[in-house]
């Protein structure tokens, strides 16, 4: 029996990141219909493909139903009162840097993303998104110089029209689910990334998602495509304002790497997690998945996820090519009214595949955190193996966690291991680092991280500091 | 000469756990050079009185005070009484799964000399001193990259319990049952450890069941406790009587009270 009121004091989260933009943008009407989605296709001068792509995402969407499997429970959401295209007011085309709004670099800056010149982040390269479209993408010559296609979405529709009309949809069709048709729909922007054959991309890529208007959906797609003999690692981070309205935010990533093609996927979420009494906040619906197409492929997702009202998302990789590799680790704190139920799905469809699944829950307040998760063995995935490891982490007397695992083999010839475990911060534990004169806060801080340790090991490395701040952070209060 | 001034007072204290008595007005004061030890069947209160006066948010104090230095401390947080120079070395260390040892007698070390007045040591800085203490508990390096206790036989456990008090250097040492679970070259290495750390401005209470550790270090006062109380306070050779006589012979003071 930890004491309650330090506990609570001590989780009291205060959100850095809620300030909003002042800034003109153009936004177009609220709802959802077939002319909206014509409207944002020309908006983004399209090529017609796309616009059929989204045409038809859309009627399969009209035709699904929000899923309700998850521990989730919130108002139901009216698609008709959301804004599908927001963008900040600027010139037609811009040519370089100093010709974005000094506003916008001033919030990038702000959120710690400087993109100038002068100050912009030595080792990463970013593209940054705000609301519906990308600000600006860095380094990008230097990055073209080694064949590295690094630029926004809308970019690459426009000027490598035929990666787009290839791969886009071939991991997430349109109809894998509602959130994803959705966003096949009405996608507005996000990054694309090519590595070509052979090429170690020369430096970390990175998006940095900032969620403005109060009133707009975010709804970004990411498409990486690395290449035989190619690596890349790429960082996304998540921030928006504080309002007291739910925003939606579904986005679609998809990753595939081809033979010897390996991709590092690394996530630190914050978007804003509502108040303490569970108004306002980010609804994330996600759908992420990595195709390891080539033999020997490797995809690894990172994430820490730390905010949202709610969060659903399942990071997946298919393992097609033989003796390809998928790996999940994950942290995921809820706090206060927070909901999340995230996890992975590990599909082994070539022979002597491998996955690792490593997740973290933490769980404060009164949130409620579940782990929910699939492996599957194919029946020609001979010789495959998976290792689970699921942990939870209960703060408080109020807070859940769940575990979902999910098993089906229909090859005999496979292992899988799975190993799950719920602790408690112990009052012992936290007397005896208490006794050797660390504060209660940083006791209990120390106690997550070192919970957290095997995930922060997978995270590069500036991101891993960064993820142990944010966790601290959140475990920030003031000691009563 | 003037007497120096008592490093811990504990004044008639008695204190309850969920609303249940454990201890009934101990009294007991260590000077500066002193060593102590007390001894009692399991239950007695001997660990609740080390706890309580670390500071654990458990028991409740119901009357009497514990002075350290002077000063009242009865309403302090463990980790003020930590930085200000109380020592519990724990019975059962307890493990921390993922925060490395290393960090954690860092940050614990830190925080003392703080309280102190010193410079905080970085990562570098603190290896070297870390290395230096190492030595008084005979202990390899590979422990500091271990998680806390994690996986440490009790040998290790109690070794790592000496060295995180050669590190903090507390004015008083308060060591419960350091002695179980070690066999006997680990006790002479603890014991030792125990006698390097401690000099005439420190103070130190061993609670222990045998002997065998009074051999090593030998105390100036021995306190019987039984029942939440201390019945009996004698010398070193008290602890002898009592091991000829066992704690049956004490029940007899019991009664005397």
Redesign the interface.
């Known amino acids: 029996m930890v ?1 309650e009121n330090l506990v609570k004091d001590v989780v009291k989260e205060p959100y850095k990141y809620g300030f909003v933009t002042d800034i003109e943008t153009e936004k177009i009407e609220k709802g959802l219909n077939e002319d909206i989605i014509k409207l944002i296709s020309q908006k983004k001068e399209e090529p017609k493909f796309l616009l059929d792509f989204r045409l038809k995402a859309f009627k399969k969407w009209q035709k699904m139903k929000e899923p309700d499997w998850a521990a989730l429970g919130y108002k139901k959401i009216d698609y008709q009162d959301i804004i599908y295209y927001s963008a900040p007011k600027q010139k037609e085309k811009i040519s370089s840097l100093d010709e974005v709004d000094p506003k916008l670099l001033e919030t990038f800056d702000k959120l710690g993303i400087p993109l100038t010149e002068q100050k912009k982040l030595t080792n990463v390269a970013v593209d940054a998104v705000f609301d519906s479209v990308s600000i600006a993408t860095t380094f990008r010559e230097e990055l073209a110089e080694h064949g590295v296609i690094f630029c926004s979405i809308s970019e690459a529709v426009k000027n490598h029209a035929d990666l787009i009309e290839k791969y886009l949809g071939t991991v997430v069709p349109a109809s894998d689910n509602y959130f994803a048709a959705l966003n096949s729909a009405v996608f507005s922007d996000g990054s694309f990334v090519y590595i070509p054959k052979g090429v170690a991309c020369p430096m970390d890529l990175s998006s940095y998602f900032r969620i403005n208007s109060g009133d707009s959906g975010q709804f970004e797609r990411t498409l990486i495509i690395a290449e035989e003999k190619s690596s890349v690692s790429y960082l996304e981070g998540c921030t928006a304002p504080m309002f007291d309205t739910n925003t939606l935010h579904a986005a679609v990533v998809e990753l595939i790497a081809l033979d010897d093609a390996s991709i590092k996927y690394s996530t630190v979420q914050n978007w804003y997690a509502g108040d303490e009494e569970g108004i306002g906040g980010i609804f994330n619906f996600v759908t992420k998945r990595g195709k390891c197409l080539g033999k020997r492929s490797k995809i690894s997702w990172s994430q820490v996820e730390t905010g949202s009202a709610i969060t659903w998302k399942y990071p997946s990789c298919l393992l097609l090519g033989e003796e390809s590799i998928g790996e999940f680790y994950s942290v995921a704190l809820t706090n206060n009214l927070q909901q999340a139920d995230t996890g992975t799905k590990m599909i082994h469809i070539g022979p002597r595949t491998k996955s690792t699944i490593v997740s973290k829950g933490i769980s404060a307040g009164n949130s409620k955190n579940s782990y929910r998760g699939l492996v599957k063995m194919g029946t020609k995935a001979t010789g495959s193996r998976n290792y689970s490891q699921c942990d939870s982490m209960l703060i408080g007397d109020q807070a859940s966690a769940n575990t979902f695992p999910y098993i089906k083999s229909q090859q005999p010839n496979s292992e899988i291991e799975h190993e799950a475990s719920t602790c408690r911060i ?4 936290l ?10 806060e ?1 006791a209990v801080s ?2 997550v ?6 995930v922060f090991n997978q995270l590069p490395m500036e991101f891993a500091a960064e993820a142990d701040k944010l966790l601290a952070l959140k475990l920030e209060g003031s000691v009563g | 000469m003037k007497e120096p001034d008592p490093i811990l007072e504990v004044e008639n204290l008695s204190a309850s756990t969920d609303n249940l008595p454990i201890l009934k007005g101990v009294s007991l004061t260590v000077y500066p050079g002193e060593i102590h030890a007390i001894m009692g069947r399991n239950g007695c209160g001997k660990s609740t009185l080390s706890k309580i006066i ?5 028991y409740n104090i119901t009357n009497g005070d514990i002075k350290f230095l002077g000063e009242n401390i009865n309403s302090l ?3 003020e ?3 200000s120079g109380i020592f ?1 070395g ?1 019975q059962y ?2 493990e ?4 490395s040892n290393l ?2 007698l860092r ?2 070390t830190n ?2 000399r703080k ?1 102190l007045n010193k410079e905080e040591l970085d990562t570098f800085d603190f290896e070297e001193l870390v290395k230096e203490k190492l030595e008084i508990v005979k202990m390899d390096q590979a422990f500091l990259s271990r ?1 806390v206790n994690q996986g440490f036989s009790g040998g290790e456990k109690k070794r790592n319990e000496i060295l ?1 008090m050669a590190l ?1 250097e507390p004015k008083i040492a308060i060591l419960d049952e350091t002695d179980s679970g070690l066999d006997i070259d680990a006790l002479r290495i603890v014991s030792s450890g125990i006698k390097k750390i401690s000099n005439a401005q420190t103070g130190i209470i061993l609670i222990t069941h045998y002997q065998r550790l009074l051999d090593e270090i030998k105390p100036n006062y021995v306190h019987v406790m039984s029942d939440g109380q201390i019945i009996k306070t004698g010398e070193s050779d008290l602890a002898l009587e009592l091991e000829e006589k066992g704690y049956e012979w004490t029940d007899n003071f019991i009664k005397e009270i």
């Open positions: 004491n112990s009052e012992d534990q007397f005896y680092l208490q006794s050797r004169g660390i504060e209660f940083e120390m106690m991280s070192g919970f957290c340790r095997d | 670390a500071g654990h948010p458990s947080e463990p980790e009484r930590s930085q519990l724990f260390p307890i921390i799964p993922g925060v960090e954690f940050v614990s925080a003392r309280f998680s995180q903090l």
